[in-house]
């Protein structure tokens, strides 16, 4: 055994981050003699807890973690979900969605997208969306579990996600952790010892005077990065010019009759407005400008758009677009909203704190605390975090949308220089390159750019192996099997019954 290994991490914070990284180390970790992890969190203080829809990657950590799907779907109260629908981005009365999954499927090893423009060229008046399973289920409200076992069939690759109560995750989380032997210490921090000499963290000290000490240190203290920033002073990197909104609105409502398993964004005056649909309740939200539109006309804008009768006071958020310049610094590792923030327009905020708990896993270190390997998790931190900045951006420059000033400054944007090169290249001939593994697949890529209005200048030579008329036909059995293939697919609320993850949970407002 290791003389040098890390015997004791201490994880500042809970909240979904503080737990995520607390499962997964104790599930990976825990059984490593005199390995502890101790968590150290404040109920005073509370949690954002904005990040309730994810992305297809949640499933892989919670299977990790050994989590039962159905078990874990009827406590956090949640929802399936086949992709993310946009109303409004690119034109008023404009809608489309960004599903999970494939479009159709390649022929003659030809990607499909190319196939489909070439039959755009021919005349084919058929939209994209046709030809996803998740975007023709999705709007119909059905749901189910992808068929590996049916190849043929469009089931045997639909990705989905969930939607879910970000405070019950943490929870279940929490019990899971301190079921794998994690301690949890209440109390609220009031100082952070540093070693003299190294400036490593030593300890931090909470406001009974107990000494909560640890070699390495997880910040999970949220926007405010207690470690990361406070301690070690990280650095901030401002992206507010490419991704102006800055603050918030969150509010839940009732449950309406719309159980479409999609998380909905619906562009706005001066932002967007998300519809996440739970078991028990639906969570909304504005993200704004504040520089186009006062708080108080952003907070008339959220609850006129509500589906169902509020349950709360809308609760105010501020944020800055950005990341921390390093996420890793001496022996401490910033997680979720500590080591930055891109606002929730793809559900990317939980998944960061996946990622950077596997970059941790891959590249966990010993009391030395080797520089090269944390300049590699620093260096892999940022290109993540440039690679979602980019497709993010990409919604709100490739917009019709000049009704507002704040549409105006979006539209005429300078894009960063990647998502200027996606650009381009996709407006000449259709291609899309995936950069490095980065998260959003040329899938993605192409829902988006589509979705947006970005025309395609042409198409991959290769798909003429087929003929026209051929590629009509095919075109055109992949649009009915995916219909048929939907048809044949449960309503979601059906679906949760049937594997018994329904929560029987229904809020509603005092009477």
């Not at 504040?290 to 944020?319: I, K, N, Q, Y």
């Not at 000033?405 to 390159?433: H, Q, S």
Request: aromatic residues 10%.
């Amino acid at each position: 055994m290791r003389r040098d290994a890390v015997r004791k991490v201490v994880v500042v914070g809970g909240g979904t981050a503080g737990w995520m990284a607390a499962a997964a180390l104790s599930r990976i970790m825990g059984e490593i003699p005199d390995f502890r992890i101790e968590l150290v969190e404040s109920e005073e203080i509370g949690t954002v807890g904005v990040g309730e829809a994810t992305i297809p990657q949640i499933v892989l950590f919670n299977q990790l973690l050994g989590i039962d799907e159905a078990d874990f779907v009827r406590a956090t109260h949640a929802t399936y979900k086949l992709g993310i629908e946009f109303r409004d981005w690119t034109r008023i009365g404009h809608r489309y969605v960004h599903p999970f999954g494939f479009y159709g499927l390649n022929m003659k090893g030809v990607e499909f997208h190319h196939h489909w423009l070439k039959g755009k060229a021919l005349g084919d008046p058929h939209p994209l969306d046709l030809y996803s399973l998740g975007v023709v289920a999705g709007l119909q409200g059905r749901f189910a579990h992808p068929r590996p076992d049916q190849p043929g069939s469009p089931l045997s690759k639909i990705g989905y996600a969930f939607q879910f109560d970000a405070s019950l995750y943490a929870r279940y989380l929490r019990a899971l952790s301190e079921k794998a032997g994690v301690t949890r210490t209440e109390g609220r921090i009031v100082e952070v010892v540093q070693n003299g000499e190294s400036g490593f963290v030593e300890a931090v000290l909470l406001q009974d005077g107990t000494r909560v000490e640890g070699e390495l240190f997880i910040d999970c203290s949220g926007f405010r990065g207690l470690l990361i920033e406070q301690t070690l002073g990280a650095g901030f990197e401002d992206w507010s010019k490419w991704l102006p909104c800055d603050r918030a609105l969150a509010v839940p409502c009732e449950s309406s009759a719309d159980t479409q398993p999609l998380t909905r964004s619906t562009a706005r005056a001066a932002g967007w407005q998300w519809r996440i649909p739970l078991q028990h309740r639906t969570g909304n939200g504005y993200v704004y400008s504040s520089a186009h539109v006062s708080d108080d006309e952003a907070a008339a804008t959220l609850m006129a758009g509500l589906d169902a009768p509020a349950l709360a006071d809308p609760r105010p958020l501020r944020f800055l677009a950005g990341h921390r310049r390093k996420a890793w610094v001496k022996n401490v590792v910033a997680l979720g909203l500590a080591g930055g923030f891109l606002e929730p327009l793809e559900s990317t905020s939980i998944h960061l704190v996946q990622t950077g708990i596997a970059r941790l896993m891959t590249l966990f270190p010993t009391r030395a605390f080797d520089p090269v390997e944390i300049a590699r998790y620093n260096a892999l931190s940022v290109r993540e975090y440039v690679d979602i900045r980019d497709f993010l951006v990409l919604h709100y420059k490739a917009t019709e949308r000049d009704d507002t000033p704040f549409w105006d400054y979006c539209r005429t944007l300078e894009p960063p220089e990647g998502l200027a090169a996606k650009l381009d290249m996709f407006r000449r001939n259709g291609r899309i390159f995936r950069e490095d593994n980065e998260l959003f697949t040329e899938t993605s890529w192409l829902a988006v750019m589509v979705g947006q209005g970005i025309e395609a200048g042409g198409y991959h030579p290769a798909a003429d192996i087929l003929p026209d008329d051929e590629t009509l036909k095919r075109l055109a059995h992949i649009r009915e099997v995916i219909a048929h293939t939907a048809e044949l697919m449960p309503a979601q609320p059906d679906f949760l019954r049937a594997q018994g993850s329904a929560s029987g949970v229904s809020l509603r407002r005092a009477s």
